[in-house]
């Protein structure tokens, strides 16, 4: 099917596009007109060897691929939409290993290891760490502004990445002093579209396999000296229903980018959407309405896009896929629903119910670090909101050249009240 309403070669995983903006005017048309879309792509543009996908803009038709894997498939090509033409087959089916991107009944087995570490007993056994964590992290910030730049600083680099890593390295057991480790590398997975990080696919391959070698190597000490972390828990008991160390260091591929790049992502947003919107900032100081951090996770929508592959041929939509065709689940548009959300063009910390997306659309893939991540975002709002209450912006985010990813690369703001 050919929309006449959309230029010539639109597609919505284009890099160039995302890096300028999120299509939200394109997504709504689609959810109006052509809810389930063929986006036609020039030959293997994505890596796949095809001419395209299936793009599915609503919420409900979203929901409905994302619970029913036995019709799609994370597992096939994978669940990132949009490699490039350079990569091969061989590692785009490397990356099947990670558990973003199985298939039951495999996926069930190792997340039914894995959920381990994310009961809620687990993660409130976090919260006091975290909640110190991200007072020290915001104190650090503001006095470095201060001392050395006069006020001004980049939110995402002084704030918005620390707390995700801290918590990582407070999960898993790595040491603090490793966490620029991890952020390294995952930033090297995540960024390969983006010309400013000079990232190639294989640097992302290497970056990959350094978090690996270096996850193996505390799963290894573990087993030979447990201590009170959940890789202990994970890898203690290999063969009694446990992960296997390299099972261990793939997991750790998976914490390094849904737990760090989104969770970041979604504080950025947070606050350049609290920095755009005072009156929602002024509430929130006020208030902190404990709905907040949904919000900023639907506002953010980190994730703008996975796919599944069809393993039959099917209708959804109205239309006719076959099997092997790649269907696209674009969450930002979803988030934005009007037959969902209320007002979904509105910032609105006090919104409730917010069925939003933004940590997949249920079934056997739904995030399964929920828990933390809200806890995260509520705990870094709140000691930004003691410590820095008259943050101001200074300019425009830059945002990441990525296909699927919303992500901010830089978000300068000052602690300096106007004169």
């Given at each position: 099917m050919r929309c006449p309403h959309l230029p010539d070669g639109f597609d919505f995983t284009d890099p160039d596009l995302l890096q300028a903006r999120v299509p939200h005017p394109e997504f709504a048309l689609m959810r109006e007109t052509a809810p389930v879309w063929w986006c036609t792509q020039p030959h293997n543009i994505s890596g796949f060897g095809d001419e395209g996908y299936w793009a599915v803009t609503r919420h409900a038709d979203v929901k409905y691929v994302s619970t029913h894997p036995e019709l799609f498939s994370?597992?096939?090509?994978?669940?990132?939409?949009?490699?490039?033409?350079?990569?091969?087959?061989?590692?785009?089916?490397?990356?099947?290993?990670?558990?973003?991107?199985?298939?039951?009944?495999?996926?069930?087995?190792?997340?039914?290891?894995?959920?381990?570490?994310?009961?809620?007993?687990?993660?409130?056994?976090?919260?006091?760490?975290?909640?110190?964590?991200?007072?020290?992290?915001?104190?650090?910030?503001?006095?470095?502004?201060?001392?050395?730049?006069?006020?001004?600083?980049?939110?995402?680099?002084?704030?918005?990445?620390?707390?995700?890593?801290?918590?990582?390295?407070?999960?898993?057991?790595?040491?603090?002093?490793?966490?620029?480790?991890?952020?390294?590398?995952?930033?090297?997975?995540?960024?390969?579209?983006?010309?400013?990080?000079?990232?190639?696919?294989?640097?992302?391959?290497?970056?990959?396999?350094?978090?690996?070698?270096?996850?193996?190597?505390?799963?290894?000490?573990?087993?030979?000296?447990?201590?009170?972390?959940?890789?202990?828990?994970?890898?203690?008991?290999?063969?009694?229903?446990?992960?296997?160390?390299?099972?261990?260091?793939?997991?750790?591929?998976?914490?390094?980018?849904?737990?760090?790049?989104?969770?970041?992502?979604?504080?950025?947003?947070?606050?350049?959407?609290?920095?755009?919107?005072?009156?929602?900032?002024?509430?929130?100081?006020?208030?902190?309405?404990?709905?907040?951090?949904?919000?900023?996770?639907?506002?953010?929508?980190?994730?703008?896009?996975?796919?599944?592959?069809?393993?039959?041929?099917l209708e959804l939509g109205g239309q006719r896929i076959r099997k092997g065709e790649r269907v696209g689940l674009f969450y930002s548009s979803a988030n934005n629903d009007p037959e969902v959300f209320d007002a979904p063009e509105a910032f609105d910390i006090t919104r409730d119910p917010n069925p939003h997306l933004g940590f997949g659309g249920g079934g056997p893939h739904f995030c399964l670090g929920k828990s933390l991540a809200v806890m995260e975002i509520d705990l870094i709002f709140n000691a930004i909101a003691d410590v820095l209450p008259d943050l101001r912006l200074l300019e425009d985010p830059r945002r990441l050249r990525s296909a699927w990813l919303n992500g901010i690369k830089q978000l300068q703001v000052t602690t300096v009240a106007e004169s």
């Open positions: 994370s597992n096939t090509n994978t669940a990132v939409i949009r490699f490039n033409e350079t990569i091969s087959r061989d590692q785009i089916d490397v990356q099947k290993l990670i558990m973003l991107n199985m298939d039951p009944p495999e996926h069930t087995r190792v997340r039914q290891i894995v959920q381990r570490g994310f009961t809620p007993r687990s993660v409130r056994s976090l919260e006091t760490a975290l909640r110190s964590r991200a007072r020290s992290i915001v104190e650090t910030a503001q006095a470095s502004a201060d001392a050395d730049t006069g006020g001004s600083f980049d939110f995402v680099t002084n704030i918005a990445v620390e707390l995700p890593l801290q918590a990582i390295a407070e999960l898993i057991g790595v040491p603090q002093e490793d966490r620029s480790k991890i952020f390294d590398w995952s930033n090297k997975m995540a960024a390969y579209d983006d010309p400013e990080y000079a990232i190639t696919e294989e640097v992302g391959a290497e970056a990959a396999m350094e978090i690996v070698a270096y996850s193996m190597n505390l799963a290894a000490a573990r087993k030979e000296c447990p201590a009170q972390d959940i890789v202990s828990r994970l890898v203690a008991a290999e063969g009694q229903g446990n992960l296997s160390s390299d099972e261990f260091g793939f997991f750790v591929i998976l914490l390094a980018v849904a737990g760090n790049e989104t969770t970041r992502n979604a504080i950025s947003h947070g606050m350049h959407a609290f920095l755009t919107h005072p009156e929602q900032w002024e509430l929130y100081k006020r208030e902190r309405p404990k709905t907040t951090a949904e919000e900023i996770v639907r506002w953010a929508t980190p994730v703008v896009s996975f796919q599944r592959t069809a393993t039959q041929d």
